[in-house]
């Protein structure tokens, strides 16, 4: 069983950054792509960014250049840089561990105040 607990977020100014935080415990963490999600008030969950275990990156259209997703496999943590958030970022933003994905955390709300 994987447990995933995330932290960092928070409200923030429009233009300003934040650092979200996910530490994962169990599973095979270095060997599984992982990645950030978010999920607006009625709106689907989507995906932001993720990270292969070879340290590939992928994101979403909407924040390429702004967000910055990483990994520390000694720590077991992932982590995604938001900067020059707006408030189209306002969602509720959940780490997600291997394909499918496998397993959630319970996520954290992001909210970015104009």
């Known amino acids: 069983q994987v447990q995933l607990v995330e932290s960092g977020g928070g409200l923030v100014q429009a233009g300003g950054s934040l650092r979200l935080s996910c530490v994962a415990s169990?599973?095979?963490?270095?060997?599984?792509?992982m990645g950030w999600y978010r999920q607006a008030p009625e709106k689907q969950r989507e995906l932001v960014a993720s990270?292969?275990?070879?340290?590939?990156?992928n994101y979403a259209d909407s924040v390429k250049g702004r967000f910055t997703i990483s990994r520390d496999n000694a720590k077991r943590m992932v982590y995604l840089q938001m900067n020059s958030v707006n408030a189209e970022d306002t969602a509720v933003y959940y780490c997600?561990?291997?394909?499918?994905?496998?397993?959630w955390g319970q996520g954290t709300q992001v909210t970015v105040s104009s």
């Open positions: 169990g599973g095979t963490f270095s060997s599984e792509i």
């Open positions: 990270i292969t275990y070879n340290y590939r990156t």
């Open positions: 997600s561990y291997g394909l499918g994905p496998s397993f």
